[in-house]
């Protein structure tokens, strides 16, 4: 479908510049991005990486000027042995993973978005981890558990709101 | 093409340096252009680039500097005035419509634009460039967005591991 050409330069650019890719990002509406890591895992690891300059960055000078700035970036990453656990009330149809803990990396101030996202509440955790805790390991993961789901919520998202349907 | 003059005559004969492509091909160029390149900019104001020396650019091809050039100095009089407060709404308009098709281009050579944009560090550029990649990844999903940018095809690891993300936290990506 690519011409090998493109397919090299694409391979030389967009997977080996960090920081080009986060200038992309931030021009990105929340879905995008999301959808940006499971793209590849390279782009899962930038966006892992830079996830505290996509959460400053200020709504970028796209055609919508009124999109609301970023008030958190956080990774859902699922991991076994954590010493933080969230118990996980969402039924999904596999509940398998139900008996395993939830890391949630929060960047930003968390503090002062006592949110909850999904069924979780990231005030629940405490002390909010801080960027530096956000080493991608979520795809070196052993197998069955490597799975990472970036979320960022706009600033207008109301206490108790939940993305998940 | 013809450039605006109100870029001109704010430092009587243009000052002029050179620039040398990975390929060696040298490219003569007015300094104020050259210089909204950050990482050219402080060699330029130590004196460098000028007479026979020129500045050499290891890491972008000809074709490629050519094109970041022409960026360069379609938007060097308006860097120069300062954000211009005096440009007129011509000028921006002309300069936006002169933007958008600069980035109409072929993958390959916004992909050169994008490592060039950012080993010169010219800012204006990088966000144009950035701009352009993202209208392209806007509103796609995570496999079509490997197909527009021209990414190889996932490995059959890769994409089940794609499929098993997904079936788990579809709902994330409504």
Same mark, same amino acid.
Not at chain 2, 5 to 12: F, Q, W, Y
């Given at each position: 479908m690519a011409h090998s050409a493109i397919e090299v330069t694409a391979k030389e650019c967009l997977y080996a510049q960090d920081d080009a890719l986060a200038t992309i990002f931030t021009r990105l509406s929340t879905s995008d991005v999301v959808c940006c890591t499971t793209t590849c895992r390279r782009w899962c690891r930038v966006v892992a990486k830079e996830a505290a300059v996509l959460s400053r =960055?200020?709504? &970028? =000078?796209?055609?919508? &000027? *009124?999109r609301p700035p970023r008030a958190l970036l956080g990774l859902f990453h699922q991991e076994e042995d954590l010493g933080v656990t969230i118990t996980r009330k969402r039924k999904r149809?596999?509940?398998? *993973? @139900? @008996?395993h803990g939830f890391m949630v990396i929060i960047v930003g101030d968390c503090a002062s978005y006592p949110l909850k996202v999904g069924s979780f509440s990231l005030a629940s955790l405490g002390r909010p981890p801080s960027v530096a805790t956000l080493t991608p390991r979520c795809w070196r993961t052993p197998a069955p558990l490597p799975r990472t789901t970036a979320v960022w919520l706009p600033r207008s998202t109301k206490m108790g709101t939940r993305l998940g349907p | 093409m013809a450039a605006p003059?109100? +870029?001109? +005559?704010?430092? +009587?004969a243009a000052r002029m340096v050179t620039l040398i492509s990975s390929d060696n091909t040298r490219f003569e160029v007015e300094a104020a252009a050259a210089s909204l390149s950050q990482t050219l900019q402080l060699t330029i104001l130590d004196g460098g680039g000028g007479g026979g020396d020129g500045i050499p650019l290891?890491?972008?091809d000809s074709a490629t500097l050519s094109k970041v050039l022409e960026y360069c100095i379609k938007h060097a009089p308006a860097a120069a005035n300062g954000g211009a407060p005096n440009a007129t709404a011509v000028d921006r308009a002309e300069l936006e419509r002169f933007d958008n098709e600069f980035v109409n281009i072929d993958q390959s050579v916004l992909y050169s634009l994008i490592m060039a944009a950012h080993n010169l560090e010219i800012e204006g550029l990088q966000s144009l460039v950035a701009k352009k990649v993202a209208d392209m990844i806007k509103g796609k999903s995570p496999m079509e967005i490997r197909r527009t940018l021209g990414f190889p095809d996932p490995t059959p690891e890769e994409q089940a591991e794609m499929n098993a993300h997904m079936l788990e936290y579809g709902w994330a990506y409504e």
């Open positions: =960055a200020p709504s &970028h =000078a796209s055609p919508c &000027h *009124t149809s596999s509940s398998s *993973t @139900d @008996d | 003059e109100s +870029g001109d +005559g704010n430092n +009587g290891p890491n972008v």
